[in-house]
């Protein structure tokens, strides 16, 4: 019997448009492989549509909250429908910042200091006060983001102490709690690790020089906003390092099939790790087909791989 796949794309979290972007990219990518699948929003007919629909394995394309706290995946556990990701328990860590970044520095990665603000402690402390005391413990330039959150929604960089509290506004109408981070200059990358069965390997990076001089929504999702090299315009030693880092981080956060991980390296050598994301984008733009062009993959193939090990589980 053909084995038949389900790819889950939309949702209701601030990233549904990209996510329909990168659901449709996956379908087509499957299908050009001969895949038997489908498309469906996470929705409240999605336990009917698992119940009756014969599917073998589930693609999690859901992007923010949706398809990347864990919560998705722990339905699907308890429907007894297979999925390509990781675990909920790993997704929870990863999609928390600050816990991933935490995690990281306990196996030896090197992060960009920062402070964890929720929104009740800027409010009932004092913005003006606790805003000075930031820069005073950070310095500048800082970058402000959501401690849960993806796609740079609600990410601005801070080079003036006057630019801090609308960049602490914005980022609040996206999440309770503010990561603001020291800002470090360097060569931005992108790390794809998958694991097909013989244990996580990193793909080669992709380079992001936005035009605009921060990787924002506008610089990930607009063609032209952003040039990229794939590979890297790296040294094969720092190439190492690089691939190294990230097939570490997502081992230390537990993480299956696939990740990407955001790293920066300084003018010195010195990598630092930002994020890790658990659901990485596949839209026209994205950086993970293009790390798979760049192996020499097909991305259709890949994720067929990845469905038929989920299937196996």
Known sequence: MTARYLVLAGGLSHERDVSLRSGRRVLDALRSEGVEADLRDADASLLAVLSDGGYDAVLVALHGGAGEDGALREVLDVAGVPYVGSSPAACRIAWDKPTAKALAVRVGLSTPGSVVLPHAAFRELGAGAVLDRLVGHLGLPLMVKPARGGSALGTNRVDKPDELPSAM??????????????????????????????????????????????????????????????????SDEVAAAVSEAAVLAHTALGLRDLSRVDLVVEAAGVVQLLEVNTAPGMTETSLLPMAVDAAGLSLGALLRELLEQAAAR
């Open 169 to 234: 506004v914005s980022c609040f109408s996206y999440g309770e709690a503010a990561l603001v981070e020291q800002f470090v200059e360097g060569t931005e990358l992108a790390v794809t690790v998958v694991d097909t069965g013989g244990g996580p390997r990193a793909l080669p990076p992709v380079e992001i020089v936005p035009l605009s001089g921060v990787y924002d929504y506008t610089a990930r999702y607009t063609a032209g906003h952003t040039e990229f090299y794939c590979p890297a315009r790296l």
